[in-house]
């Protein structure tokens, strides 16, 4: 029955990535800024904060990388300022996080995986950004990865919460993955988010077939 259960979670994370295949990449920014929002407002309404904190904590969960990294840069335009769509996705995202039940087991199961889609996205769009601006691959590479986990780090560290990029185990191994899908992706001529995209998508297949494994050698130790 478990290998039934991880088999169908595999199968819906490839047909999670053929579809975003055929998406533009402003089109998957937008869903990723929903994702996180809806998560940073799902999860600080768990803990018991008012609705304005709720909303205050979703925005910046979706949009603090991406702000972050514009101010590092110092580039003009703020996207979420010149661009309304973000705003909007984000009010939308955090009235769903009000509507749907965010315990069930299977909503939490579909949101872990696209949520680690959308920091594999911005990650991607974060390296592109930084790269462009200071020629530097390195400093790409730093403001990739403020651009997907700096939205994460100030929701838990306002929260007072030992932030997920820390406590989550497979956190790790998802970062090493999207920087070699970045790096394989450029070399081959792709565009970077396919490489980071299917990078998560391997490592959760892995983790999700792996997980009896695990389950099994904590239970003998």
């Known amino acids: 029955m478990r290998f039934i259960d991880s088999h169908l979670k595999v199968t819906f994370q490839i047909k999670c990535f053929r579809v975003m295949m055929n998406i533009d990449i402003y089109y998957l920014d937008l869903i990723g800024t929903a994702v996180f929002a809806y998560g940073g407002a799902a999860v600080t309404r768990e803990r018991g904060f008012s609705i304005v904190t709720v909303c205050v904590l979703g925005i910046a969960t979706a949009v603090g990388g991406g702000t972050v990294r514009h101010f590092l840069l110092q580039t003009d335009n703020l ?3 010149d661009d309304i769509w973000y705003l909007l996705v984000c009010a939308v995202a955090i009235a769903l996080a009000y509507l ?6 299977i909503t939490r199961i579909v949101f872990r995986f696209i949520d ?5 996205i911005f990650i991607s769009i974060g390296f ?3 790269a462009d601006v200071t020629n530097s691959l390195f400093i790409g590479a730093a403001l990739g990865l403020i651009t997907g986990i700096g939205g994460r780090l100030i929701r838990d560290t306002l929260t007072v919460k030992v932030p997920s990029v820390f406590s989550d185990p497979i956190i790790p191994y998802l970062l090493l993955a999207i920087c070699l899908g970045i790096y394989v992706a450029n070399s ?6 396919i490489g980071s995209c299917l990078g998560v ?6 983790w999700i077939l792996s997980r009896d494994t695990r389950t099994t050698i904590i239970q003998n130790r």
């Open 79 to 81: 996207f979420w300022i």
């Open 100 to 105: 749907t039940p965010f315990e069930l087991v």
């Open 116 to 120: 680690n889609l959308s920091i594999a």
């Open 128 to 130: 592109t950004i930084a």
């Open 188 to 193: 081959m001529g792709f565009e970077s988010w």
């Open 201 to 206: 998508a391997l490592v959760q297949a892995g």
